[in-house]
């Protein structure tokens, strides 16, 4: 069946530090990718999302493209703040299997 | 605000009790999604709902049951509680659940603890 895996957490950076959080994924057909957060007390938001090869998302200085030939999505950003600091989850979906199906979620602390 | 809302936010029950969770989705939302959120397993998919039918369905126990109601809000019944069922559940919400581009529209969640 269809899987994400994402790099295990907590990661902690230090304010204006580069974020890299991999993401891999496992899946029949293709495909959409997403990356959505969760801030502290809250539910999960749509961070941003790539539908098919090559594609990049982005938003809020975050970016992630999507990688057919190694099944990666991968979240970047060039310069956190302290204000990044939350959950961060890989999820997919396939056209046809109604299910989102996410990874375990990658704790990031931004420290001041 | 994303416009689902859950309720209650907090449910402390003890062990063999049966709760029920509420979720109203956004407006004109028509599918719902069931997930259980726990510190060792991550977000696992439950179960999802289009306009009142059953659509998909993820690592549900036996002992949980869905449903969704004509005027779109779900309810998710747990019984028989263990203590492993302790998590955050979060619904969801989608304009029609079924399209690959379509974005997911979380609430904040139902924290249960069972002691």
């Known amino acids: 069946g269809n899987s994400v895996t994402q790099m295990e957490g907590p990661v902690t950076l230090s304010e204006e530090a580069f974020l890299t959080i991999n993401c891999t994924y496992t899946?029949?057909?293709?495909?959409?990718l997403f990356w959505y957060v969760q801030y502290p007390g809250e539910g999960l938001q749509l961070l941003l999302k790539a539908t098919k090869a090559d594609d990049k998302g982005s938003n809020k200085g975050f970016e992630a493209t999507y990688r057919k030939e190694t099944t990666s999505f991968h979240l970047e950003k060039g310069s956190v703040q302290v204000s990044d600091s939350a959950v961060y989850f890989c999820?997919?979906?396939?056209?046809?299997?109604?299910?989102?199906?996410f990874g375990t979620g990658t704790r990031l602390k931004v420290l001041a | 605000d994303s416009g689902v809302t859950q309720t209650p936010k907090h449910l402390i029950t003890a062990t063999g009790q049966r709760v029920t969770l509420r979720c109203s989705p956004r407006s004109g939302d028509l599918s719902v999604y069931w997930y259980q959120q726990s510190l060792d397993q991550g977000l696992q998919f439950l179960i999802q709902?289009?306009?009142?039918?059953?659509?998909a369905k993820g690592n549900i126990l036996e002992r949980f049951s869905a449903q969704q109601f004509p005027d779109l809000h779900s309810e998710l019944n747990l019984s028989s509680l263990e203590l492993g069922d302790s998590a955050l559940y979060f619904c969801a919400s989608s304009a029609e659940g079924q399209e690959v581009n379509e974005k997911l529209f979380f609430g904040s969640g139902t924290q249960l603890s069972v002691l």
């Open positions: 899946a029949t057909g293709y495909p959409s």
């Open positions: 709902y289009y306009n009142g039918e059953e659509r």
């Open positions: 999820a997919l979906i396939t056209s046809g299997t109604y299910k989102y199906i």
